[in-house]
């Protein structure tokens, strides 16, 4: 246990954490350090929680001494021992203090859901002052939910971690400025391609070969599905479930309802609604409602799913790859679902709107089309108005790969790669 801490906290030596990529996230987190609250970042596995910390431990070996920041990562299978008992945990800063001789000031604990109770742990160390600020990481939305999660009511700020935004990838590439986009155009079509091909995922970013990109995104979506959705929630009745994740995966962006959902995995509706939730809660999937002033009626209509990561659909889905189209969609998606959080829906009645989000007080209509041509334009450009004037939307936006256009003075097509100006 002595060696896998010592691995663990390179920084003890005054080793910084190289090789990481900038998250504007991390800018966010930082600016909270002062604060006596527990940090917390929830997102998806692998989708740069850990990258964040080391940031921030960073940052904070230029105003503590190193060795009093303590980073435990609670996803290493040698600290599955005492993962059944949160108590087992205060072993760990008092072993890290012999070793180093000073106490630990900053304790930072990642994928923390492993820790069974690890609320009352935390809880108790925070209410006795034991380090000057705690910080946790957890993949599964119900790490504050339940019972136990409680005890932590108004101790708490949180942070929505995701794999990184097309934005992050252009800063991380030395590409900022709407002029470097412009002047390298051939290099930002090519990071495009990419990212809607294989996603963003912190660690996919830096492998080249396309084979080894697939065959760990794979492992990604197969860990997600095993540990945070199936074993995390004891899940019975697993075939019914990865028959289910692995539908929607292949239908991102059709709408449905729970009824359908069930009918075509040979379940119910119950159970369609609770697994949906479960995908959700994993941060694997993401439901949208049709947009209506009514909530009732919004519960009512169809529903969509969108992915987490287009490489997880490209990956896994049954024939996603040719449906370059939908593929498209899921980005817009991801990157709309960075900037607004929650404010996100589609528009369907006799036509169709691929999002509508908030912008402020505004609403603002997107439509997702990866060929603008003499085709599909009359369809685009129908649904988007359609949604316009019922609901008074502000501007309209159609997002193509790289077409740029003024339709009117509140209807535009924009590439996607200048998609972050309007966000």
């Not at 070996?61 to 087992?88: H, Q, S, V």
């Not at 189209?325 to 006799?350: D, P, W």
């Amino acid at each position: 246990m002595e060696k896998i801490l010592i691995q663990q906290n390179r920084h003890w030596k005054g080793s910084r954490y190289d090789g990481l990529f900038h998250r504007a996230v991390a800018e966010s987190v930082i600016a909270k350090v002062g604060l006596k609250e527990i940090q917390v970042l929830l997102g998806i596995r692998r989708g740069g929680k850990s990258t964040i910390f080391k940031l921030l431990i960073n940052q904070l070996m230029d105003e503590t001494d190193p060795r009093g920041i303590l980073y435990l990562n609670l996803d290493d299978p040698f600290f599955a021992e005492i993962c059944g008992d949160a108590k087992e945990l205060y072993r760990l800063p008092e072993m890290a203090e012999k070793l180093t001789g000073v106490k630990v000031t900053h304790l930072f604990l990642d994928e923390v859901q492993n820790v069974r109770d690890w609320q009352k742990f935390v809880k108790s160390v925070y209410d006795a002052e034991l380090f000057r600020k705690i910080f946790v990481t957890g993949s599964n939305s119900a790490l504050l939910q339940g019972e136990y999660a409680t005890l932590l009511s108004g101790r708490y700020v949180t942070d929505r971690v995701y794999p990184l935004s097309f934005p992050e990838i252009l800063s991380n590439n030395n590409l900022s400025g709407l002029m470097d986009l412009v002047g390298n155009r051939p290099r930002v079509l090519s990071l495009f391609e990419q990212t809607l091909l294989h996603g963003s995922f912190p660690e996919i970013l830096k492998i080249d070969d396309a084979a080894l990109k697939r065959e760990v995104l794979v492992s990604y979506y197969e860990t997600i599905v095993l540990k945070d959705c199936i074993a995390g929630r004891m899940m019975r009745d697993t075939r019914i479930f990865t028959d289910m994740t692995h539908y929607l995966l292949s239908n991102i962006g059709t709408p449905y309802s729970y009824n359908s959902l069930a009918r075509a995995v040979g379940s119910n509706e119950n159970t369609a609604r609770e697994f949906v939730g479960v995908m959700e809660g994993s941060f694997l999937l993401s439901e949208v409602k049709n947009f209506s002033w009514s909530l009732k009626q919004q519960s009512k209509a169809k529903k969509k799913c969108f992915c987490a990561d287009n490489g997880l659909i490209s990956s896994v889905a049954f024939s996603m790859s040719e449906n370059i189209g939908r593929l498209f969609e899921n980005l817009v998606y991801c990157e709309l679902a960075k900037a607004t959080a929650e404010e996100l829906y589609f528009f369907s009645e006799q036509k169709e709107c691929d999002f509508i989000f908030r912008k402020g007080k505004e609403l603002t209509g997107v439509q997702a089309c990866f060929d603008l041509n003499d085709r599909s334009r009359p369809r685009e450009l129908g649904g988007l108005n359609a949604a316009m004037e019922k609901y008074g939307l502000a501007r309209g936006y159609v997002v193509t790969p790289d077409s740029e256009e003024r339709i009117s003075d509140k209807v535009s097509v924009i590439p996607f790669w200048k998609m972050h100006l309007i966000l």
